[in-house]
Each structure stands twice: as structure tokens, then as C-alpha cells.
């Protein structure tokens, strides 16, 4: 590594995490500033080589690197999803490249955990694909899974609430925008369904009952602070929130992203309702808990309406089946990790 982009004293092996976080910090650089200083070849191809090198440590299981790359990520991320208070780097060249990088190695590393067997087993019969879909997510981990079912019912503390929220913030705190990706594009049924979905989100026009108000009642309940929520997720929690934008802001993987969506929509009623137990338990304000008692009945709703009017149209061609139940997967697969790393944190506290 030159010293032009990164400084001699840091080692690139041992501290992943503070080059990740210098080139966060360049984001803040205008389109014209970040081009410029990655103007000359060599440098901009060791920038990406740096990040691919990262990504090769990550997939390795580099702790560090994992998170490195997944922080790295999301503050792209909120480059492009979030309105600007100054200038970004968001038109560059070179940071699309550094994006891509990011993002091939986030799906390679996504689909290493698919055991490829599962593809055979999807129905050629279309009609048979979604109680197909339905049987596999019964059959994974993540469904039922015991963070719910027993940790947040029964045991969880206030404290511990704070964290789960603190870390549901990277997808439930911006659904209503996930949505919106998606539905460009879209026609017919599937984006009246998208769209219904997303007048839902939005209180169906009551500002006071937005879902992303609603949640952020909860930020507030807890004294959650914007820094926190940038600097103080875990891999696994940046990582859902990273996949989720990321299958929703490319056409290309549309399909994925329906898998995706499907599965988030129809876990999150079982799920919350073991929330809204431990919330009574522990005797809480009723009101912080208003986005998760909502949800329990609008997600069984959304989650049977997605399957019936995006997923069921859309299963005639073998790519898409294949497609979503990728989608379905990686959200099936990350959600399970990031559940038993938070069991796993608690149970080492
Ligand atoms: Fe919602
Ligand atoms: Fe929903």
C-alpha cells in the first residue's frame, strides 16, 4: 500500500476498521474532490484492491474485516438514501467502483451460505412454489427462532430491548424507502401491491401513525442517539440493513428482493408478538410499543397479499423461483446469524 491513501503507521492487516472508516470520511468530499484524488489509476486500483482484500479476509472469517466491510457499506448507503446536508461523494466514478467491490463480495459471501441443493428442490410445477418457499422458511432457523421465542418473551430486560431496537433500526427504520426502491419499474398488480403496501407504511395518510414515526418513538423511548445509530450497530445487524438496500436499489435483483421482502413480512408477526409479551412483561409504556402491536395483524395481512399478488405472478419463469428463494435465503440466513450472535453476546454478558 502507498502512503497517498493511507497513512504508514496504519496497518492494513490489523486495523481493517480505521481505513474503512477514513474512507467514510471522504464521503463527505464533493463528486469532483473524491475524483480527483483517486484521478490517477494506480491509486484508485489500490483502493479497490484494499477493499477486495478486505473482502477476502471477511469471507475468510476476519472479524474485523466482516465489519469493516459491512460499516463501510452502510455509509455508502446512507450516501444515497439519505438527503444531504452537504456535499457527497455520490456521483463519483471511483466510489462505484469501491461500491461494487463491496457489494460482489457481500453476495459471493451471502451465497456461499446456500447450500446449493436447495435450488434442485424447487417445484417446476409454479403453482407449487410458494407453499414450497412457505415449507422451507418453517423448516429454517430463523423462523421460531429462540431469540424470540423464549429471550425476548420471557427474559429479555429493558436494557436488553433497547439493544434490540437500537438494531431492528437498520431495516425497520427505513421500510417505507425500501419499498419505494423497489417499486420502480414494477407495473400492474405487482406495483399496486408494492404501492398499498407503502400507503400502509404511511399511515395510510395519518402522519401521526407513519410506521417510520412510529418506530421512531421507540428510538426516542430509549434516548437513542443518531451517533449510536450510525456507529453502534454489529456486522450482522448492518449487514440486513446493507442487503435489504442493496436488492432493492438494483433492478437486476428484483426478484431477490421479493424473496426478501416475502420473508420479512410473513416472520414479523409471530416475531412481534413475542416482543409485545416481553414489552407487558416487563410492564413498559404501551405506547412505545404501538409499531410492533400494529404490525402483529398489517404484516400477516402484507405478508399474504405479497405472496398472492408479486410472488405468485412472478413464479412462471424458473429464473425468478430461483430468484426469490435466493432472496428468501440470504434474508432467512442473515437473520438467523444475527440472532444467534445477539443470544450469544447476551449469554457472554
Ligand atoms: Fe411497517
Ligand atoms: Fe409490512
Same mark, same amino acid.
Given at each position: 500500500?502507498?502512503?497517498?491513501?493511507?497513512?504508514?503507521?496504519?496497518? /492494513?492487516?490489523?486495523?481493517?476498521?480505521?481505513?474503512?472508516?477514513?474512507?467514510?470520511?471522504?464521503?463527505?468530499?464533493?463528486?469532483?474532490?473524491?475524483?480527483?484524488?483517486?484521478?490517477?489509476?494506480?491509486?484508485?486500483?489500490?483502493?479497490?484492491?484494499?477493499?477486495?482484500?478486505? +473482502?477476502?479476509?471477511?469471507?475468510?472469517?476476519?472479524?474485523?474485516?466482516?465489519?469493516?466491510?459491512?460499516?463501510?457499506?452502510?455509509?455508502?448507503?446512507?450516501?444515497? /438514501?439519505?438527503?444531504?446536508? +452537504?456535499?457527497?461523494?455520490?456521483?463519483?466514478?471511483?466510489?462505484?467502483?469501491?461500491?461494487?467491490?463491496?457489494?460482489?463480495?457481500?453476495?459471493?459471501?451471502?451465497?456461499?451460505?446456500?447450500?446449493?441443493?436447495?435450488?434442485?428442490?424447487?417445484?417446476?410445477?409454479?403453482?407449487?412454489?410458494?407453499?414450497?418457499?412457505?415449507?422451507?422458511?418453517?423448516?429454517?432457523?430463523?423462523?421460531?427462532?429462540?431469540?424470540?421465542?423464549?429471550?425476548?418473551?420471557?427474559?429479555? /430486560?429493558?436494557?436488553?430491548?433497547?439493544?434490540?431496537?437500537?438494531?431492528?433500526?437498520?431495516?425497520?427504520?427505513?421500510?417505507? @424507502?425500501?419499498?419505494?426502491?423497489?417499486?420502480?419499474?414494477? @407495473?400492474?398488480?405487482?406495483? $399496486?401491491?408494492?404501492?398499498?403496501?407503502?400507503?400502509?407504511?404511511?399511515?395510510? +395518510?395519518?402522519?401521526?401513525?407513519?410506521?417510520? !414515526?412510529?418506530? +421512531?418513538?421507540?428510538?426516542?423511548?430509549?434516548?437513542?442517539?443518531? !451517533?449510536?445509530?450510525?456507529?453502534? $450497530?454489529?456486522?450482522?445487524? &448492518?449487514?440486513?440493513?446493507?442487503?435489504?438496500?442493496?436488492?432493492?436499489?438494483?433492478?437486476?435483483?428484483?426478484?431477490?428482493?421479493?424473496? &426478501?421482502?416475502?420473508? /420479512?413480512?410473513?416472520?414479523?408477526? @409471530?416475531?412481534?408478538?413475542?416482543?409485545?409479551?416481553?414489552?407487558? #412483561?416487563?410492564?413498559?409504556?404501551?405506547?412505545?410499543?404501538?409499531?410492533?402491536?400494529?404490525?402483529?395483524?398489517?404484516?400477516?395481512?402484507?405478508?399474504?397479499?405479497?405472496?398472492?399478488?408479486?410472488?405468485?405472478?412472478? !413464479?412462471?419463469?424458473? #429464473?425468478?423461483?430461483?430468484?426469490?428463494?435466493?432472496?428468501?435465503?440470504?434474508?432467512?440466513?442473515?437473520?438467523?446469524?444475527? &440472532?444467534?450472535?445477539?443470544?450469544?453476546?447476551?449469554?457472554?454478558?
Amino acid at each position: 500500500m502507498t502512503s497517498t491513501l493511507f497513512p504508514p503507521s496504519l496497518d /492494513t492487516a490489523s486495523a481493517p476498521m480505521r481505513l474503512a472508516d477514513r474512507i467514510a470520511q471522504q464521503l463527505a468530499w464533493s463528486e469532483d474532490e473524491f475524483e480527483a484524488h483517486y484521478a490517477d489509476p494506480s491509486l484508485l486500483a489500490e483502493l479497490v484492491n484494499w477493499v477486495g482484500e478486505l +473482502g477476502t479476509a471477511a469471507a475468510a472469517g476476519d472479524a474485523d474485516a466482516q465489519f469493516a466491510q459491512q460499516y463501510l457499506l452502510s455509509r455508502i448507503y446512507a450516501v444515497h /438514501t439519505q438527503l444531504p446536508s +452537504g456535499p457527497t461523494a455520490e456521483g463519483s466514478v471511483a466510489l462505484h467502483a469501491v461500491t461494487r467491490r463491496l457489494e460482489q463480495d457481500t453476495i459471493r459471501n451471502e451465497d456461499a451460505w446456500i447450500d446449493e441443493a436447495v435450488y434442485a428442490s424447487i417445484p417446476d410445477d409454479p403453482d407449487a412454489f410458494v407453499p414450497w418457499l412457505k415449507a422451507l422458511t418453517r423448516e429454517h432457523q430463523a423462523f421460531k427462532h429462540p431469540y424470540y421465542r423464549s429471550f425476548i418473551r420471557d427474559h429479555a /430486560t429493558e436494557e436488553d430491548f433497547r439493544r434490540f431496537v437500537l438494531h431492528e433500526s437498520s431495516v425497520d427504520g427505513r421500510f417505507d @424507502d425500501l419499498l419505494a426502491l423497489m417499486q420502480v419499474g414494477t @407495473d400492474g398488480g405487482v406495483k $399496486l401491491e408494492i404501492a398499498q403496501n407503502f400507503w400502509d407504511e404511511m399511515g395510510n +395518510g395519518d402522519p401521526a401513525m407513519v410506521h417510520t !414515526t412510529l418506530f +421512531g418513538r421507540l428510538i426516542d423511548h430509549f434516548g437513542i442517539t443518531s !451517533t449510536e445509530l450510525a456507529e453502534s $450497530l454489529s456486522t450482522e445487524a &448492518l449487514l440486513s440493513g446493507n442487503l435489504a438496500v442493496m436488492l432493492c436499489r438494483y433492478r437486476n435483483t428484483f426478484a431477490e428482493a421479493v424473496g &426478501l421482502l416475502a420473508v /420479512t413480512e410473513w416472520l414479523a408477526p @409471530d416475531r412481534f408478538s413475542q416482543v409485545l409479551h416481553g414489552w407487558e #412483561r416487563l410492564g413498559l409504556p404501551d405506547d412505545g410499543i404501538t409499531y410492533h402491536r400494529l404490525h402483529i395483524g398489517i404484516d400477516a395481512h402484507h405478508a399474504s397479499a405479497w405472496f398472492t399478488n408479486v410472488v405468485k405472478p412472478m !413464479t412462471a419463469d424458473p #429464473r425468478n423461483r430461483r430468484a426469490i428463494a435466493r432472496g428468501a435465503l440470504w434474508r432467512l440466513n442473515t437473520s438467523s446469524r444475527y &440472532l444467534d450472535r445477539i443470544i450469544g453476546l447476551n449469554a457472554a454478558a
